[in-house]
């Protein structure tokens, strides 16, 4: 795993197409039981070099009901972008993430994975990509049938601050998902 690390984070394939350049950012490690698939590094975590390293982060371990040792320690949960790099800015946020990076780095990742008992899908991109079936659902839908897709998978909304609108939309969110998120997480990392 670390000699696919080191190789995921020297690539500078996309080069051309980020503005802020190439900074591969993801965490793995052949015990993870639990990884993050989420959308792309922010400006924040471009800079920093560190996953989820921003107010997004901060939500989503709330989410999740875990401490911030807890998410950072590589043997128990891997962190893995659909876009490894920051895609830069556009009219209203950040740009999609660049397509090369999933059908390329994921794979490989994945397969160093035999431990691995669930895979959090953070928002659209995710979902889209790993539950192919449901791209004509919106991201609402996806999240409130999330028990569909357990017990590999855990759809969930990007935590990021924009989406508190969508939160005071959906109530139950909060009162039936995250319950269930925070139970199935604390689960598997008592495993031993």
Known sequence: MQSLLKQIKACTRCEKELALGPRPIVNAHSENKIIIIGQAPGSV????????????GKNLRDWMGIDKATFYNEEKIALMPMGFCYPGMGKSGDLPPIKRCAPLWHPPI?????????????????????????????????????????????????????????????PWFVQEVLPVLKKRIHGILAEP
Not at 45 to 56: A, E, F, L, M, N
């Open 110 to 170: 994945l397969s160093q994975l035999k431990k691995l008992s669930i895979r959090l899908l953070i928002g659209t991109y995710a979902q889209e990509y790993y539950l192919p079936e449901t791209k004509k659902m919106t991201l609402t839908a996806r999240v409130k049938n999330f028990e569909s897709y357990l017990p590999d998978y855990f759809v969930l909304p990007h935590p990021s601050p924009r989406n508190n609108i969508w939160q005071k939309k959906h």
């Open 45 to 56: 975590v471009h800079k920093s070099g560190i996953p989820w390293d921003d107010q997004s």
